[in-house]
């Protein structure tokens, strides 16, 4: 195989809680080829593959990710067109959403204000059907996309299969019935009519999330979906827990639906406070919050 597996390779760094331990084997192709010799390879060697996006809504353990990880930091790359009066753009799935909130921002149309409030990667975005809280149109990442393609392994072979939107089921930050496999490229598109008021949205949108967000420490985003009605960080705030500290992992005491690192957090540190999150909302408030953010490695 051309491409170079790493061995014992810190993920800290790739997340943005800048927390976790070592990944056993890994890897970070830059375009789909090198990607499916890594799927390859795996496969043959019998190890699990674990894809790592932009690294935020996942939690690394301490003691490290088992089998192949698979960074797609650097498999980037975003091209626009018009196309039947809609704006058409095509991402690879490494790609950020603020490469393709440009594009929308450009032509003044909606999804740039939809986009700003978004972190990570456009493959992210896909898996996690990423959304806003905000009612503004669009508001989840299914309603721009058109199609994306996945990338698997079967019997040594590797296979592409094309999912268009109807193919898959979309749900409450999540999507379904195209796993497994590797996402590798989206295609998203909008009606082409201008929204005059788009750049100005998008710059008011944007100092909003600065001034509520506490984007001057390492957090992992959101923590908690929220239950239908409510809101995570309210019941969060109403519980008396902004401010609880395990080590260096601290609910925000400017959002309280972000745990952020003090600087010398540890994966536990973060694991712990949203387990006590968690029992602490259902016992004062009697609701049980769900995660966004995904656990990745030994637990």
């Not at 091209?79 to 594009?103: I, N, Y």
């Not at 939107?165 to 409450?172: A, L």
């Not at 690192?261 to 408030?285: M, P, W």
Request: net charge neutral; hydrophobic share 35%.
């Amino acid at each position: 195989m051309s491409l170079q597996v790493q061995q014992q390779v810190g993920l800290s760094d790739l997340t943005w809680w800048k927390v976790g331990g070592l990944a056993d084997h890994f890897v970070s192709p830059s375009n789909e080829k090198e990607i499916g010799q890594a799927l390859l390879w795996a496969s043959e060697k019998g190890h699990p593959v674990t894809v790592l996006g932009g690294g935020s809504n996942v939690l690394i353990s301490d003691a490290g990710v088992e089998g192949l990880v698979i960074s797609l930091k650097n498999y980037t790359g975003v091209e626009a067109r018009q196309e039947d009066g809609r704006l058409v753009v095509v991402a690879t799935s490494g790609s950020s959403k603020a490469e393709v909130l440009r594009h929308f921002l450009k032509s003044k149309l909606a999804p740039a204000l939809f986009l700003c409030g978004l972190p990570g990667d456009m493959g992210g975005g896909v898996v996690m059907n990423a959304g806003v809280s905000e009612k503004i149109t669009p508001r989840e990442f299914h309603e721009i996309i058109d199609w994306f393609e996945v990338l698997r392994e079967e019997n040594g072979k590797l296979i592409t299969q094309c999912y268009k939107n109807s193919d898959v089921e979309w749900k409450y930050r999540k999507s379904e019935g195209w796993q497994p496999g590797v996402i590798t490229r989206i295609q998203v598109s909008w009606d082409s009519a201008e929204d005059p008021d788009i750049p100005t949205k998008v710059k008011s949108a944007t100092r909003s999330r600065l001034a509520r967000q506490p984007l001057n420490f390492p957090s992992g985003g959101s923590v908690f979906k929220n239950p239908v009605g409510r809101s995570s960080g309210a019941l969060i705030d109403q519980s008396g827990l902004k401010g609880y500290t395990v080590g260096g992992a601290q609910v925000s005491e400017k959002h309280a639906n972000f745990i952020v690192n003090l600087g010398d957090a540890t994966a536990k540190d973060v694991k712990s406070v949203i387990d006590y999150v968690r029992q602490t909302v259902q016992a004062e408030q009697g609701i049980e919050l769900e995660t966004e953010v995904k656990l990745i490695g030994r637990w």
